[in-house]
């Protein structure tokens, strides 16, 4: 959440370099997850579970899964 509002962007941080690298993720015609905090969030080599949360229209119970 930044300046009070919830985002929908993912962030990868590599930490052999030190570095945050801004995930792109959205293909034409995919479902996107709504923007989202305080969610779950777990990550297994490639692939990665959203779970959750709330946004500006309340709680979510919803989950996604990523190809990262």
């Given amino acids: 959440m930044i ?3 919830v985002l929908n962007e993912l962030f990868a941080y590599d930490h052999t370099k030190g570095e945050i ?4 993720f959205l ?3 995919m479902i996107v ?9 777990v990550q297994n080599g490639g692939r990665a ?17 990523l190809d990262l």
């Fill in 3 to 5: 300046q009070g509002k």
């Fill in 21 to 24: 690298e801004k995930q792109e």
């Fill in 27 to 29: 293909k034409e015609g």
């Fill in 33 to 41: 997850p709504k923007p989202r905090n305080s969610h779950s969030f």
């Fill in 49 to 65: 579970v959203v779970y959750g949360g709330a946004n500006e229209e309340g709680p979510l119970n919803d989950a996604f899964e």
